[in-house]
């Protein structure tokens, strides 16, 4: 780890959120990868925090589950993603709520968040309502693309655009 982010693992980016949850992954462990962010992904997760996760925690009120936040290159390498992934810039987070259907939950960042990208991932809405996750990016310096969409197993692996 890096020595400038030791002791970090138990510091707050937001009231809700913390850098380690924000940097954690099972891959990253099970693999040995160093999961540990630069100083500016790592102020690239606290805007992330800021103007998306902790919004969306105020809001439903309730434990927003971090899926994925930073992932180093070599981690997106490892789980199949690009190196150029939002996440290896600390700009995105994939993330749901128990007991609130991801399609509402996206449906609400969409509504009311600045966001540059938001992915309504794998949901199947004549299945399971807590299908899939939302992968949402924010960038700080104001060029969020306001781009929506969808992806799942009627897409067939594509990405689509997304209005709710």
């Avoid at 009120?61 to 994925?68: A, D, F, Q, Y």
């Avoid at 960042?109 to 299945?127: C, F, R, S, T, W």
């Avoid at 104001?142 to 799942?152: C, D």
Wanted: with cysteine; charged share 20%; aromatic share 10%.
């Amino acid at each position: 780890m890096t020595s400038f982010f030791l002791g970090f693992n138990t510091m707050k980016l937001t009231k809700n959120f913390s850098f380690k949850e924000m940097t954690f992954s099972d891959t990253a462990i099970r693999k040995n990868i160093d999961n540990t962010p630069g100083l500016e992904e790592a102020i690239n997760l606290t805007n992330v925090c800021n103007n998306i996760l902790q919004p969306v925690r105020d809001h439903f009120g309730k434990v927003v589950r971090i899926n994925s936040g930073y992932r180093s290159v070599k981690l997106c390498l490892a789980v199949g993603s690009s190196a150029k992934s939002q996440h290896a810039k600390g700009e995105a987070a994939d993330f749901e709520i128990n007991g609130v259907s991801n399609h509402d939950l996206a449906k609400w960042v969409y509504n009311n968040l600045n966001y540059d990208q938001i992915i309504l991932e794998y949901y199947d809405p004549k299945g399971d309502p807590n299908s899939g996750w939302v992968h949402c990016s924010y960038k700080a310096d104001g060029t969020g693309r306001k781009q929506a969409l969808i992806i799942n197993k009627n897409t067939k692996g594509k990405y689509l655009p997304w209005k709710p």
